[in-house]
């Protein structure tokens, strides 16, 4: 059965805090949670300017999902946020993210044949220029 999705703060045993969208589910007696584009939120304190801001990491960085599932017995606590500027941060770096993602996916070459090409034109440009 699941819940409705909710923005949550997380503390793991591991003692890693992570914020995410949030859906609790069970199945066969189990407690689990499923995560949606979990990151980590880190607390920046600039004392020159007696500011603070916040660095928001990907929780897994390498990971190419944005759905995780975690068993509830690697959970310490959990505590939902409701806090209007902490989700609209949250989203800024998920727009972020996404905008940076199309603009990599652009730059891929797809095939050797393909780099083989743009590499050759380059060298034919070169030594027009020489």
């Not at 990599?104 to 440009?125: C, D, G, N, W």
Request: contains cysteine; aromatic residues 10%.
């Amino acid at each position: 059965m699941m819940e409705e999705d909710f923005y949550a703060t997380i503390k793991l045993v591991s003692g890693e805090e992570i914020f995410s969208i949030v859906c609790s589910s069970e199945e066969d007696d189990e407690t689990f949670l499923i995560l949606n584009n979990p990151v980590t939120i880190e607390v920046i304190v600039m004392k020159q300017i007696g500011m603070q801001g916040y660095k928001v990491d990907p929780w897994l960085t390498f990971a190419d999902d944005d759905t995780f599932i975690l068993h509830m017995d690697k959970v310490l606590t959990i505590s939902e946020v409701r806090d209007e500027n902490t989700i609209e941060m949250y989203h800024k770096y998920l727009n972020q993210k996404d905008t940076k993602n199309e603009k990599e996916k652009s730059l891929h070459i797809q095939t050797v044949t393909e780099a083989r090409k743009i590499f050759e034109k380059l060298y034919k440009e070169d030594i027009k220029d020489s």
